[in-house]
């Protein structure tokens, strides 16, 4: 990726260091500006369909480690019968597909929190988790390809997606990013700033890498959210960090099963927060944050900046938000 393409993407050199919490940061400016009063909308819960893939060769088909459905959605390869791929759907089902288009390995996944009928978190204006996320990851999908990085989504479209569906595509295409972006929820309380959080992991053998991405895209989210003038809520160890289950491995299944791809999980606002809901909900806003992450990403593609943000984070003994477990689920027409 170029300067050029760096530029294009919003990427200003960094500015000085300076301290935040007592931790030496280091921030790249955001193109954001204080954002002009806007009407609040909500953005669409589909996508428009993408063209129908080119369906590939049976010889190319016998090589593939995941293939794009008629329908556009991403699937996993598991088996092959004769000129048929097996493949594991976004529910965990095992079908069989002819008319396939083999995955050409992306140089970033990314992750859309929840879909379908599982909505996560949802704010006071009634925007959905799912809905936010899912378009703040077409944003960074946007900012990524215009830059040159082949980028793919684990799910384009508004439809449930199990947890292990979505590791098993990442650990398939063993991308050199992997990023699950959400917003949050139910936080400690008021916040000087944004309370933006990203986790790393610290149980695989790509844990290093992984503290380093999280903390790039930390100090992009908050350089961008920033100039926002609203009430800000966070916990008080907002910041890049880890979660480790009972068993000292990583909490979080994203983290956990995605060992050996260097991988970090987004809770880039709380959309609990009834003025973090508001500005969620503008379109404006989706794109500032698509973009934001997008840099984090590319910085840490092409640059060896070390991120900033750490924090040592607390004990936490009440579970995370439930979801990305194959009940009641239903597949996507593929």
Partial sequence: VTLLALVACGTRPPHPRFARAGVATSVVASTTTEPPTTTTTFPPTTVAAAPRPTPSSPSALANAKAVMSPNGVALTVTGHDGNAVEVLTPCENTVKLTDAAVIAPPRVILDPGHGGGEPGAVGSNKLAEKTVNLAVSQQTKAALDKAGVATLLTHAGDYRMTLTARTKLVTALKPAAFVSIHHNSDPDGPHDGPGSETYYQVASSTSAQSKRLAGLIYEEVVAALRPYNVAWVGDTDAGAKYRQGSSGDDYYAVLRQT??????????????????????????????????VARGILRYLTTPDPGSGFTQPYARTTPAGGGGRGNNCQDPPL
């Fill in 259 to 292: 060992k050996g791809v260097v991988a970090a999980l987004a809770e880039l606002a709380f959309i609990n927060n009834p003025p973090e809901a508001d500005l969620l909900a503008r379109a404006d806003v989706q794109q500032v944050e698509g973009a934001a």
